[in-house]
């Protein structure tokens, strides 16, 4: 017999997982299991920001177009589950859903899942809500999930998420149960699932230019470069609780000129903000005009070709890294608004390794250089998405590089571009890119560090560290899990320098006359548009 307790942060099965401000079953096992709850109840990564922005903003209106800006990155099309790209996640939300969400600090809520429980690291059980349709009319069920687990694991359908998903099956239990049986045991499988939104599969062949799943507004027009647009779904599962009539998100590639648009009055928000107006709209916020929201979703990084041309040498890498100013990086590129990184975790997360951080240092770069055969240099190619900060980041590499004798000229491309030739072609041997950071320590290191990870574009290959990756996923030890990442850690990150952390994605909002804080502001990734409103 199931008991029921609210429990505020407890912790969903031995692993972990906190789950806060909702109720957990507690069942004979002692397993923890998510209980069914409102979709628009408080979903903030900080308990109090739901309710102080309900206060701060004002009342909720009904009806009207959430017009939004989304700088920097214009979507190559709207497929989330074939498209890498941030900015395709975002223009594509508001018509997806996802059987968990999770946010920044970790915490896994659940969404089109009724409950979820994991009784070992190597089954996961999802119960679905009932009643639910996707946007075609077919029913969101078991056998849905199972189908769209089965399209991902093809890999020529060109899912990011394949390698993710590799050895992994499904059995439907019944109309609305699902088990996901893993290959290996993997106590943060969960964290991958969030990042797979749930559609029918009969639709994957249109999805890039006309997105539909099951998420609470259809898609109504996309001009490529200029908006997307959809409108409220009358047959979302949850549909009396969503107050927009539609959504309109505006693209511009250039956040000073996005920026500008939302200053101009009739938009409720940009993100990202301008980083070279920082200072400006922090003051213009505090004077009442807008709010500003600061935000750290993610790391920027350098990632060299481990396995041709001048970096394959790790000296050449390790010299690479010592070259580097992170200091003058976050004064340039970001305005004095950013922190260095020296890791795939921010310094706050408990598996932090301070041994990571050092100092610049050129007389050990050139002697790393030179023990590499490479004392007079090397003239490489940086490719660099064409966004202000990433050009930045660009332009202050090449000046330190110059130092230990490498000419780099950068070299930019349009950002889907970049992604193209980092995840599809691997044809680069040095590229600066960012991703978001996430609170599971294993996340990045699955996808950047794996032989056989999705993203390891770099074409790093170290057995030790795919052993200690499989540990890792397999430990339920929260002191053992510190010590195999810390190791996985100093090796990538230090001794082989396959992936160097640079600085902090600092992506700022400002916004008006909505809740983006709280629809936008707490979680990894995605923005939870059922919880989108206008505020008076």
């Known amino acids: 017999?199931?008991?029921?307790?609210?429990?505020?942060?407890?912790?969903?099965?031995?692993?972990?997982?906190?789950?806060?401000?909702?109720?957990?079953?507690?069942?004979?096992?002692?397993?923890?299991?998510?209980?069914?709850?409102?979709?628009?109840?408080?979903?903030?990564?900080?308990?109090?920001?739901?309710?102080?922005?309900?206060?701060?903003?004002?009342?909720?209106?009904?009806?009207?177009?959430?017009?939004?800006?989304?700088?920097?990155?214009?979507?190559?099309?709207?497929?989330?589950?074939?498209?890498?790209?941030?900015?395709?996640?975002?223009?594509?939300?508001?018509?997806?859903?996802?059987?968990?969400?999770?946010?920044?600090?970790?915490?896994?809520?659940?969404?089109?899942?009724?409950?979820?429980?994991?009784?070992?690291?190597?089954?996961?059980?999802?119960?679905?809500?009932?009643?639910?349709?996707?946007?075609?009319?077919?029913?969101?069920?078991?056998?849905?999930?199972?189908?769209?687990?089965?399209?991902?694991?093809?890999?020529?359908?060109?899912?990011?998420?394949?390698?993710?998903?590799?050895?992994?099956?499904?059995?439907?239990?019944?109309?609305?149960?699902?088990?996901?049986?893993?290959?290996?045991?993997?106590?943060?499988?969960?964290?991958?699932?969030?990042?797979?939104?749930?559609?029918?599969?009969?639709?994957?062949?249109?999805?890039?230019?006309?997105?539909?799943?099951?998420?609470?507004?259809?898609?109504?027009?996309?001009?490529?470069?200029?908006?997307?647009?959809?409108?409220?779904?009358?047959?979302?599962?949850?549909?009396?609780?969503?107050?927009?009539?539609?959504?309109?998100?505006?693209?511009?590639?250039?956040?000073?000129?996005?920026?500008?648009?939302?200053?101009?009055?009739?938009?409720?928000?940009?993100?990202?903000?301008?980083?070279?107006?920082?200072?400006?709209?922090?003051?213009?916020?505090?004077?009442?005009?807008?709010?500003?929201?600061?935000?750290?979703?993610?790391?920027?990084?350098?990632?060299?070709?481990?396995k041709t041309g001048p970096t394959k040498d790790p000296n050449v890498r390790k010299a690479i890294r010592l070259a580097l100013d992170r200091g003058a990086m976050v004064e340039g590129a970001f305005n004095g608004v950013s922190r260095p990184l020296y890791s795939m975790l921010k310094p706050e997360s408990s598996f932090y390794v301070p041994e990571l951080e050092y100092e610049r240092n050129i007389t050990e770069a050139k002697a790393l250089m030179a023990k590499a055969g490479m004392a007079k240099g090397f003239k490489e190619k940086i490719y660099t998405p064409n966004v202000d900060y990433f050009i930045g980041l660009s332009t202050i590499m090449k000046a330190n590089l110059a130092e230990i004798g490498i000419e780099i000229t950068v070299e930019i491309e349009e950002t889907a571009a970049v992604i193209d030739r980092m995840f599809n072609k691997k044809d680069f041997n040095m590229v600066v890119l960012g991703d978001a950071l996430s609170p599971e320590v294993s996340e990045l290191p699955e996808y950047y560090l794996r032989s056989t990870g999705t993203r390891n574009c770099g074409k790093y290959v170290n057995k030790e560290v795919d052993k200690l990756l499989d540990q890792g996923l397999a430990e339920v030890d929260q002191a053992k899990r510190v010590e195999i990442y810390k190791k996985i850690q100093m090796i990538t990150l230090l001794d082989d320098t396959a992936f160097i952390p640079l600085v902090a994605e600092q992506l700022p909002a400002a916004y008006k006359g909505s809740n983006f804080d709280e629809f936008a502001g707490g979680f990894i990734q995605y923005i939870i548009w059922p919880k989108a409103q206008l505020t008076a």
């Open 1 to 306: 017999m199931d008991q029921e307790k609210d429990d505020t942060g407890a912790n969903l099965g031995p692993w972990g997982n906190s789950v806060s401000r909702r109720n957990i079953l507690v069942g004979a096992g002692g397993v923890g299991v998510l209980a069914g709850v409102g979709i628009l109840a408080g979903c903030s990564s900080n308990s109090d920001t739901a309710d102080s922005a309900a206060t701060d903003a004002g009342a909720t209106k009904t009806g009207g177009i959430l017009d939004g800006i989304m700088t920097q990155q214009i979507p190559s099309s709207l497929d989330p589950i074939t498209n890498a790209q941030g900015a395709a996640l975002n223009a594509a939300g508001p018509c997806h859903d996802w059987l968990e969400w999770v946010t920044v600090q970790g915490d896994l809520y659940p969404s089109l899942a009724e409950t979820v429980s994991q009784d070992d690291p190597k089954t996961i059980t999802y119960k679905l809500n009932s009643g639910v349709k996707f946007q075609n009319g077919e029913a969101v069920n078991a056998q849905a999930v199972a189908d769209l687990i089965a399209w991902v694991q093809v890999k020529k359908n060109g899912a990011w998420l394949n390698s993710r998903f590799e050895g992994v099956k499904t059995e439907v239990v019944d109309e609305l149960t699902i088990k996901i049986l893993l290959p290996k045991p993997d106590v943060t499988f969960r964290f991958a699932v969030t990042r797979l939104p749930i559609v029918a599969v009969s639709t994957m062949a249109a999805q890039a230019l006309t997105p539909s799943g099951c998420g609470p507004y259809k898609f109504d027009s996309w001009v490529q470069g200029s908006y997307v647009q959809y409108k409220k779904d009358p047959g979302y599962r949850n549909a009396d609780a969503i107050t927009l009539d539609g959504i309109k998100m505006e693209h511009f590639a250039d956040a000073n000129a996005g920026t500008q648009a939302f200053l101009a009055g009739g938009k409720n928000w940009v993100y990202p903000s301008s980083l070279s107006q920082a200072k400006d709209l922090k003051a213009r916020s505090a004077a009442g005009e807008f709010k500003y929201l600061p935000a750290e979703p993610g790391v920027c990084y350098l990632i060299n070709n481990c």
